[in-house]
């Protein structure tokens, strides 16, 4: 059943049971206005629905209806007891109707033209009801009745008992007592599905729990002390735990009562996207994903108006008109795509489009008129650093200044909205291939994780959200402890080397004025708690570190709401009131958040806050389901697009599913092997090769694209499974990760053997080295340069490569991952310069951190260029290129330098 | 008294001719020796001595913030709101009062009875009241052997980054 009729059905009951009510009352008190009005209100809003949903017996019943309380309330006729008999035998008729409807789905049939001749003659004041065909002449119901579009259904909808035997309007006559009998109470299938509740009272009962959370809290406390002093588990213990459990639960139901799906906040959207699209001239297509993502209401309210302006953003800045897209290559229709998933306790919201992305140069041109910055501290920033200008206050790129957007609030607002409810904020974006917004924000206000430190003899709270580590550091550098970092000072600012990155510290006794504790630090150090403030660190110094707690969020007195420094305050399990910081107020108040360069090292030290990330990058994947319901998946950077193919669009030549797909034949290679014989649609992922004239593609049928996720991928290789290669462990479940280079194969025997142009293929093509210790990236590549025209040969390590070398191999080219265990790749690259027959070879650096600095330090150490992983069309341009810079035939060439040095 | 249930707030009573009119019931307290009343309706409740929350970067005059049944109760120094130096003993006690749906509580250092007081020995301030105190008073009652200030609750807690004395960030 879909959603409008079982919201119609529920409203439908809710109206019906309180007509019933009204009725009976109106009969008492014939004269009383208000409730006629409100009578004539409910079946109207009845009939209106019917008629929007297409109910047509429905709308017939509740259409007679309404003429009868049309013509009381205008005084054309008096109620009688006949006429509201009526009337409670239309209203069954309709509870009659719904109850079916709730159970089937469709309208049941049946004729009512009895009923409705019974109505007609009452509104025309005879009082006489049940003598049946009189009225074959209802003014009203005839229209209704010849109209074929409002035919009863036939055929169209699932075939339906006949109705149940109705209480008759001749029977109900008699009685008029008896269907309130079974009026409000009865219960439809719908009613107990759900309910209405105020949300005063979901508020109110969320303030109940917070406090019973907070008195929780308190007694295990209690406890834990009592068993401390007397070193005995008293009976309490047990009971207790089971108090905190349902306390818990309790607390989780009470949250699911205010969750709502974020769909409710996209509602206005499509259209605002519709109405853009027609104002700007341009074509543009909404797509949502996770519109059933729950969340807090609370949330819900706070994020609607930055997301709309998002959106609107998007659409006005972001996405090219139909022309300018086509001249760029892309498709005329540039697309938003609205995404929202569960990650944690959190909720991330992504506002993504593939329009032209930030002009970095306008927005730097910008930044100076604006005076923001200065051409020198320009200079020393990257891409992402300069937009990330655009959520400064009264920042707007757009030249002209629209109707729609570019009014001077733009993103800084969203910004301090988002920050306002514990949220972040981050944006990518790329030269013509469309920007992303990210929005991490908690899923629900009202309690929080926090971690309780001490400062100056104080306790304060810091939301969890926000805490990245907790280093401990020491205050002098004279022990001979060095494996704890030490606390450097830089003209008194204090500073911390973490894994060789600077993290800028402040000192919480310092910014809070409060009195320092001397002599506390016996050992000299100190604990610093690294938070992270939308994309910059910062290292909050404290002086002890507590445990973590659930806290119930409160607001300041509002003559302490211009103190920055607090989100709000508490109250401890002990009973003690604690004041809760607000990373993102310190951040501002010592100047960490949009100053550049802290921007600039907290990006480095967070790269680094996940240890794991330097030999394990997380990769995007893309997970979709083939033959089969468990996932299967692909690193999303091989793939180039994503099509939704209807059956039709299939054809076949010479035996092999093709489709028309940009003006040329794309072989389409069916994953399972066959082309699922029942499906209308089919999901097709797409991989491209070259570029241009040279351009091949080919589409992989599936049967479901599921998600993308980012993962740290760990796979386990399984040789015996043609197409695969091998399974990981990806969102939490088993997946078989496809091998690209097999379907390729698939498609076009040839793939693999294009000869180069202006080569004569076989053994002449370029050979290229690759290093790379990570098995699944080896995979990856192999075969990708083999599909490019390449001879590969691959190294497991650095020293692996070093021998071949030294055993006399020789390449065109090197391309070699950077982190790698033991000799990593600067240490390789600086090995192949120094002496040998390979010093003049390109060799290229796969990297995850493709920043200027690490693209300057291999520049040192001699890689001849930088290329991020993943990055395959990348990858293969650099490598045409150091070809062609190296001599056409740098193979040959080498090949003799060997022979001479040899 | 049954008449004044109806009645707003006194402490919302700006205007002196209140008190010309109409007996009021006041909750006295003491502050540096100087007996004052709040009117009984604005007040909440009477505290003894409580464990008080330092809020760092606040007014002077806020004290910190107490746990007051599960409410927090934002704490003000009646002391230092009046310009008065600090007491030698500390300043044990508190009056809550409302407002705005926030709790405030008034320290003073010493609560005693409360008193109902005939209009008849009610005037306004006189001119010569120095400002700091002729600012929270609302007038003052004559009693037989002492003067009684009636505070004016919501200019008290009237307190924001705008009110005198907000400590400058850096050390105390």
Known sequence: MDDLLADFLTETNESLAELDTALVKLERTPDDAGTLALIFRLVHTIKGTCGFLGLPRLERVAHAAENVLGRVRDGQLTVTPGIITTVLAALDRIKEIVDALAATAAEPTGDDAELV????????????????????????????????????????????????????????????????????????????????????????????????????????????????????????????????????????????????????????????????????????????????????????????????????????????????????????????????????????IEVADD??????????????????????????????????????????????????????????????????IGGTIDLKSEPSRGSTFTIKIPLTLAIVSALIVEAGGERFAIPQISVVELVRARLDADTQNTTTPVVEHIHGTPVLRLRDRLLPLVNLTDLLALRATEGNHVERSVHVVVVQVGTASLGIIVDRVFDTEEIVVKPVAPILRHITMFSGNTILGDGSVIMILDPNGIARATGVAGIAGADRRADRSHDDAIPTARSQPRTAMLLFRAGGAEPKAVPLSLVARLEDLPREKIEFSAGQPVTQYRGRLMPLVPLTGTINPTAERFAVLVFTDGDGRQERCMGLLVDEIVDVVEDILQIELSGDRPGLLGSAVIAGRATDVIDIGHWLTQASQDWFRRPEPGTAGGDSRPQVLVVEDSDFFRQLLVPTLGAAGYRVTAAGSATEALRLRDAGAMFDAVISDIEMPQIDGHALVRQIRASGPWMDLPVIALTSHASPEHINAGREAGFTDYVAKFEREALLASLRQCLVAAGRSAATTSRRRLEVAA | MNTNLLEPPVSLRQDTDYHKNNEATFVTLMVADQLCGIPVLGVRDVLG????????????????????????????????????????????????????????????????????LAPSSFEPNPPTLPPHWSEFSAGIYRLQDRLLVVLDVTRLLSLGPTSRGPVPHGRL
Do not use: C
């Open chain 1, 117 to 348: 001749a019974a109505l007609n003659a009452a509104a025309e004041g005879r009082q006489i009801a049940p003598t049946p065909p009189a009225a074959m002449r209802p003014v009203v119901a005839k229209p209704a009745f010849a109209d074929p579009v409002t035919a009863p259904p036939s055929g169209v909808q699932t075939p339906v008992p006949p109705p149940p035997t109705a209480t008759e309007p001749p029977a109900a006559m008699g009685q008029p007592a008896d269907p309130l009998a079974e009026g409000p109470s009865e219960g439809s299938p719908i009613g107990p599905q759900t309910i209405r509740v105020g949300v005063d009272v979901l508020e109110g009962l969320m303030t109940l729990v917070s406090e019973l959370v907070l008195t929780r809290n308190q007694l295990l406390q209690l406890a834990r002390v009592h068993e401390a002093q007397n070193n005995d588990a008293s009976g309490f213990t047990v009971p207790l735990q089971r108090l905190s459990h349902i306390t818990s639960d309790l607390q989780e139901g009470v949250m699911k009562t205010r969750m709502q799906p974020i769909g409710n906040a996209w509602q206005k959207l499509p259209r605002l996207v519709r109405d853009l699209a027609r104002d700007v001239g341009k074509k543009i297509e909404l797509v949502m994903r996770g519109a059933e993502t729950e969340l807090d209401r609370q949330v819900l309210e706070m994020i609607k108006d930055p997301l709309t302006h998002m959106v609107r953003n998007s659409g006005d800045h972001g996405l090219e008109k139909a022309e300018v897209r086509r001249a760029a290559g892309k498709p005329e229709t540039g697309r938003i795509m609205l995404t929202a998933y569960h990650e944690g306790g959190h909720i991330i």
């Open chain 1, 355 to 420: 329009g032209t992305g930030l002009h970095v140069d306008r927005i730097r041109a910008k930044v100076l008129v604006k005076g923001l910055a200065t051409e020198a501290e320009l200079t020393g920033m990257s891409d992402a650093e300069i937009q990330r200008f655009i959520f400064r206050p009264g920042f707007s790129t757009a030249a002209q200044v629209t109707a729609v957007s570019g009014r001077g609030v733009g993103m800084d607002v969203v910004k301090t909205n988002i920050e306002k």
């Open chain 2, 49 to 116: 001595e409580q464990t008080i929350t330092r809020i760092p970067l606040a007014s002077r005059e806020i004290a910190g913030s107490l746990n007051l049944r599960g409410r927090i109760v934002t704490a003000i120094d009646l002391r230092r709101r009046l310009g008065l130096p600090d007491a030698p003993l500390g300043t044990p006690m508190s009056v809550v009062a409302e407002q705005g749906g926030e709790l405030y509580a008034l320290l003073v250092d010493q609560v005693s009875e409360v008193m109902t």
